[in-house]
């Protein structure tokens, strides 16, 4: 099992950047994904972006050209930089990694999640 621990939330105008970021910690080498999902109240949660051991990236439509996220291998952690903030990007955003793919629906095993962090975005 892998623990997360994700920080960065909180409140920003529309426009405005933040990042967020997720430590990791436990059975590091049984996970090769790294992703991020947001959950607004009343929906399902969502993959947003993802990344890979390999370098492979995944990007809902959605934010493509505002989020970007990263890893650093050295103090296991991935981070989410997300620009151009809209309030409909206002959600409870999860860390959480497995061993798969980046492909939303795809098999995926040992998955892991953060507790989560808010993040609201007001107009």
């Known amino acids: 099992q892998v623990q997360l621990v994700e920080s960065g939330g909180g409140l920003v105008q529309a426009g405005g950047s933040l990042r967020l970021s997720c430590a990791a910690s436990?059975?590091?080498?049984?996970?090769?994904?790294w992703g991020w999902y947001i959950q607004a109240p009343g929906k399902q949660r969502e993959l947003v972006a993802a990344t890979d051991s390999g370098g492979n990236t995944y990007y809902v439509d959605s934010v493509k050209g505002r989020f970007t996220i990263s890893r650093d291998s050295g103090k296991i952690a991935v981070y989410l930089q997300m620009n151009s903030l809209k309030p409909e990007d206002t959600a409870v955003y999860y860390c959480?990694?497995?061993?798969?793919?980046?492909?939303?629906?795809?098999?995926?095993?040992?998955?892991?999640w953060g507790q989560g962090t808010q993040i609201t975005v007001s107009s």
């Open positions: 436990g059975s590091i080498s049984s996970i090769n994904v």
């Open positions: 959480s990694t497995w061993r798969g793919t980046v492909v939303p629906g795809s098999a995926r095993w040992y998955v892991s």
